[in-house]
């Protein structure tokens, strides 16, 4: 049954789905009073940002003439804010819909959904961490918020705990051995896991913290995981230990909702990040397309330092609604829409 | 025994996990942030009926456990096992009510059920999406009320409990969810 035939059935259900614009109304009143810029960037783009492990949309711009050109509907608003940070814009934050193919099955995603994402200027991700406390409370209306009948007590500071002690406390990993991939295979494979020859580390480390880290994660109180592995750095600068970058996530109830990095501002750097994303886009054979030179330029001219952070309002409005499917709350999830079988 | 790709997972797809028969009744694809795909599952052990969840690597291969659908009629209940014979060869099985899980609720004495079968041990029953079972205890819920949204408890003919729409009425016969035992239709 469609939502809309459901909720005709069972006003009820109203409620459920009005916590999504209670959400936005939060979000946006929080970052007026921080006095930041609300910016709409743009979904339809030339460029997705150089990221190997999503798939895009692909379409096609047609002039009057039906001359194509390749256009891509956008993954993120992250390369929008930075370039607009470049000229000089400031605090900065886009409330927006993302697109995000082959995610069609579960009950965390949808193919279509609403990030927020802001950025602080001469900031670093420790004040971005406090935001998000902020964030959260303004939007619990209060210090105690209940999601499947787990007590989450939301006053600050949330626990914050490194990738490296997650994994010594969850795992029994020592992380410092575990960077090297000898010790990592051992590791993965003394644990019962299965490791052939193609494994890349990444793989080895995110099977771990899938089974044995993520869902121990938030319970209680949020948990702010920081200090990730320089293999999975993104756009993060690295730390004076270079074998950790400036990143963290925060998750409630075993549940991530944020992704945060002290940005990395080194056109060079940035450059060969991007090469390696292009490649790996290739390898796995997922649409490929051009990365964005115009972002290069900008970071040539000048990213201030800076670290923002993208969050998931879907699952925000998932928690704050108690339900475990973002789906639930969505008028139409694309699921529905298109007739997909729901897992 | 063969081998297959986490792509080829289904709700009735059965793995070996940690040297012993599973169930997987319940998957979906996930990416870590910033990270390759994974798929997480809820395995359900063939042995105990204990369910764990495990998350594979998107693509990783995985050994199959071979298990035939046979048609078998539902006897009677026998301690803390549920028999049922197969109406060919008459050889009867025993499935225990962990195995079984919430479908237990909804069993029909003399009724055929699509029985799962490892080597020469009964592991579990394919239920239908809906079952079909009578009303036979329903208090006269407010007639001619339409609110929506309000509720109230009737006992099907196999003694389980649901939460129905007031306009339920003792005798008719309605269709269940007996994965989560939740109210479907009118049938």
Known sequence: ?343 | MGTISTADFTKSTFVEFKGEPHQIVEFQHVNPGKGSAFVRTRLKSLKTGKVQEFTYKSGESVTEVPVATREMQYLYKEGDNYVFMDNTSYEQFNISSAMLGNYVNYLKPNDVYQILVNGDEAVGLRFPKKVRLKVTEATDGARGNTVSGATKTVVVETGAVVTVPLFIREGETIAIDPETGAYVERA
């Open chain 1, 1 to 343: 049954m469609k939502t809309w035939k459901k909720i005709h059935e069972s006003p009820a259900l109203w409620d459920r789905y009005f916590v999504r614009e209670k959400v936005i109304r939060t979000i946006r009143s929080y970052f007026e009073k921080e006095s930041f810029h609300e910016i709409e960037t743009p979904i339809l783009i030339p460029h997705p940002p150089a990221e190997s492990y999503l798939d895009v949309f692909e379409t096609t711009l047609l002039d009057r003439n039906r001359k194509p050109t390749k256009a891509y509907l956008s993954t993120s608003p992250e390369v929008a804010l930075k370039k607009l940070m470049v000229a000089g814009l400031g605090d900065c934050y886009s409330l927006t819909k993302a697109f995000r193919n082959m995610e069609t099955q579960g009950k965390l995603h949808n193919p279509e959904f609403t990030v927020l994402e802001w950025y602080r200027v001469n900031a670093d991700y420790f004040d971005i961490m406090k935001d998000c406390e902020k964030l959260l409370l303004a939007l619990a209306g209060g210090t105690t918020l209940i999601y499947q009948k787990q007590k989450i007590n939301l006053t600050p500071p949330w626990e914050r705990i490194t990738v490296a002690d997650a994994f010594k406390k969850y795992a029994n990993v020592n992380f410092n051995e575990f960077f090297d991939m000898d010790t990592a295979r051992r590791v993965a494979i003394n644990k019962g896991y299965k490791v052939e020859k193609n494994n890349t580390w990444e793989e080895l480390y995110n099977q771990i913290f899938l089974n044995e880290v993520e869902r121990k994660l938030g319970h209680g109180k949020p948990t702010i995981l920081y200090d990730f592995p320089a293999a999975v750095a993104a756009l993060a600068q690295l730390k004076k230990d270079t074998r950790y970058a400036e990143r963290f996530e925060f998750y409630i109830a075993g549940l991530e909702l944020g992704d945060c990095y002290g940005e990395l501002t080194d056109p060079v750097e940035s450059e060969h990040r991007f090469d390696f994303q292009m490649k790996e886009i290739k390898r796995l054979g997922k649409t490929a397309y051009d990365y964005d030179n115009d972002f290069i330029e900008a970071l040539k001219v000048g990213l201030p330092k800076c670290s923002g952070i993208a969050v998931g309002v879907d699952r925000l409005v998932m928690l704050l609604a108690d339900t475990t499917s973002i789906a639930d709350t969505l008028f139409f999830p694309a699921g529905e829409e298109f007739n997909l079988h729901r897992v």
